[in-house]
T-cell receptor, first 114, second 114 residues
């Protein structure tokens, strides 16, 4: 079944640790996105990708980095987690040809940095 | 710059009553508008979109939205609310500078009481 997956769903980690949030989609979408969602609900685009080997910074500055080595995979990495990184991270993908303008979201990863 | 505004942080409605979640937009040119819903501990789900055509757009779960160009609004409506409609609702507009990016509103929490 075509879908978009995120792991882990919940992560509690100590300050200074390196973490990678995984995002995979089985829909063959070229475009992928990472959003950070504040506790107060607002969504902020932090990274996006047009396709393999393409990554761009989003509207909100983030200390995280992303990579896009395969179409289906778009992991997000924090080299040294801090409490200010505590948030929910949502991954999304889109296909501008078959479903233009629609984004499909994963379930999210709720990150807590102690 | 394009933007959407959701003036209400929360909307409360009794089950069986009609509901409206408000959204206004600011776009130079023709807007592409969207509504997404987020249930607890889930990612966002696409509800409906307006690209062109009829001003009344029908979407998932019995929701509809009315595009009003003169009022620059795209309010989400449902004739009869269900308790299960309780969730976060996000209005979004396509970024005209990048057709793959969406600009989200701040979200409105809908609470339907039995």
């Amino acid at each position: 079944e075509a879908d978009i997956y995120q792991t882990p769903r919940y992560l509690v980690i100590g300050t200074g640790k390196k973490i990678t949030l995984e995002c995979s989609q089985t829909m063959g979408h070229d475009k992928m996105y990472w959003y950070q969602q504040d506790p107060g609900m607002e969504l902020h685009l932090i990274h996006y990708s047009y396709g393999v080997n393409s990554t761009e910074k989003g509207d909100l500055s983030s200390e995280s980095t992303v990579s896009r080595i395969r179409t289906e995979h778009f992991p997000l990495t924090l080299e040294s987690a801090r409490p200010s990184h505590t948030s929910q991270y949502l991954c999304a993908s889109s296909d501008p040809v078959r479903a233009p303008n629609e984004q499909f979201f994963g379930p999210g990863t709720r990150l807590t940095v102690l | 710059a394009q933007s959407v505004a959701q003036p209400e942080d929360q909307v409360n409605v009794a089950e069986g009553n009609p509901l409206t979640v408000k959204c206004t937009y600011s776009v130079s040119g023709n807007p592409y508008l969207f509504w997404y819903v987020q249930y607890p501990n889930r990612g966002l789900q696409f509800l409906l979109k307006y690209i062109t055509g009829d001003n009344l757009v029908k979407g998932s779960y019995g929701f509809e939205a009315e595009f009003n160009k003169s009022q620059t609004s795209f309010h989400l409506k449902k004739p009869s609310a269900l308790v299960s409609d309780s969730a976060l609702y996000f209005c979004a507009v396509r970024d005209l500078d990048s057709s793959y990016k969406l600009i989200f509103g701040s979200g409105t929490r809908l609470l339907v009481r039995p």
